[in-house]
Structure formats: C-alpha cells, structure tokens
C-alpha cells in the first residue's frame, strides 16, 4: 500500500534562517506531488506541484521554492524565512491525475 | 479561475442531529468534486468523491453529498451526528481535464458535536 512521509513534523525557527521540508511517497511510481500551506480559517492554498522530476509548478509568489531530485521525493525550501512563513504545510501525493489526493502528516513551521 | 465557498466556518450540533454542510463552487467546466476530513491530530483524508454518474455519493461513516450542477453545489449531509464526528471538514473541486490535478479547497468548517 501507498503510504507518504513528511518530516520534520514540527520545526521552530529564527527569521532569515533557511527552511527544507521532506515529503516522500512509498508504494506508487511517477505520482504528482503537491505541497500546500493550511492557515487557521484558511483553509489550504496550494503552493507548488510537480507532475515529474524536476518539473515544478507553481501556484502564488513568495518566498518559498520546491523540488524534485527522486521520482517520489519533493522538497520544500526557502533561503531566509518570514514571519508570514508560520504554518502548516502539507505534502500530498496523487496518480496520475486520478483525482483524489492523499495527504501526509504535515509539518507545523513557527518562525520567530 | 476556480474558487470554492464554505459559507459555514464553526457549526456546533448536538449529537443525533442532522447535518448539512454548505459548499459551493465556481468554475465553468467539468469538475470533480471532494469532501475532506481532518480529525482532531489525524490525517486529512477523503471522506467521499464526486466524478461522475449518480448525484447523490455516500462517504464513509454515514455521510453522503449531492452535486446539483445547476446551484454549482456540494452539500455534505449525515442524518445523526456522533461525538467522534468532531472535526473540520473541506470541499474542495478540481479541473477534470488537468493532467495534475490542481484541487482548490474551500476555507473549511469545523464541526463541533456536543456530546
């Protein structure tokens, strides 16, 4: 079965220093991947997509990027954080533009 | 572009309560449509899909959704609410013609049962 990992699952840390979140995927080939940010009442904004190695899509500005190096790895960075950076984000894993996403656990961000 | 609406941001039932939950959509082609849950510490995960065919879609746990494409809507239903049914719950749609499926989601509603 198909299972998704994301780590950290929390992560504290200072302004302007840099960020790399790990989502990887187990037990499916050539998924599209997506990371998107939960806020409180906000429900989640899609961030960044990929529908292959190294091909990355992106859905707002801002002061994150993303990448792909591993069919079923995706990567989630940023050189110097925000405040704004606060949040929730989540990875989540799809075939082949099926339709239904599958979610991992999520890693919670404070930036102070 | 596509947009969705949760008019409901907290509903607070009383268990055995019936439940409807507003979604609506805006987008003018062919979508797919979804309900997510996110329980309290848990996984966000499907709680049931629209694609095609009947209207009317039964979820897990008791829930069910109707897609009436004329209101551009998605209302999640459940006749008797439980305790456990404590959670935020997310419509979210898709473009069906999209080789990666860009799901936008709705801002969610957090449903409160009263035990």
């Known amino acids: 079965s198909q299972t998704i990992h994301q780590w950290p699952a929390t992560l504290v840390q200072p302004v302007g220093s840099p960020l790399s979140l790990e989502c990887t995927v187990e037990?499916?080939?050539?998924?599209?991947l997506y990371w998107y940010r939960q806020a409180a009442g906000r429900g989640l904004q899609l961030l960044f997509y990929s529908v292959g190695i190294g091909q990355i899509s992106s859905e707002v500005p801002q002061n994150l990027s993303a990448s792909r190096p591993q069919d079923r790895q995706f990567i989630l960075s940023s050189k110097k954080l925000l405040l704004s950076d606060s949040g929730f984000y989540l990875c989540?894993?799809?075939?082949?533009?099926?339709?239904?996403?599958?979610f991992g656990p999520g890693t919670r961000l404070l930036v102070l | 572009a596509q947009s969705v609406s949760q008019h409901n941001h907290h509903v607070i039932l009383s268990e055995a309560a019936s439940l409807e939950l507003g979604c609506n959509y805006s987008y003018g082609g062919t979508v797919n449509l979804f309900w997510y849950v996110q329980y309290p510490g848990q996984h966000l995960q499907l709680l049931l899909k629209y694609f095609s065919g009947d209207p009317l879609v039964k979820g897990i746990k008791g829930f069910e959704a109707e897609f009436i494409k004329s209101k551009f809507s998605f209302n999640l239903r459940k006749p008797s609410v439980r305790w456990s049914d404590t959670a935020e719950y997310f419509c979210a749609v898709n473009a069906r013609d999209s080789s990666a499926s860009k799901i936008i989601f709705g801002s969610g509603t957090r449903l409160s049962i009263r035990p």
């Open positions: 989540a894993w799809e075939s082949g533009g099926a339709g239904t996403q599958y």
């Open positions: 037990g499916t080939s050539n998924p599209n």
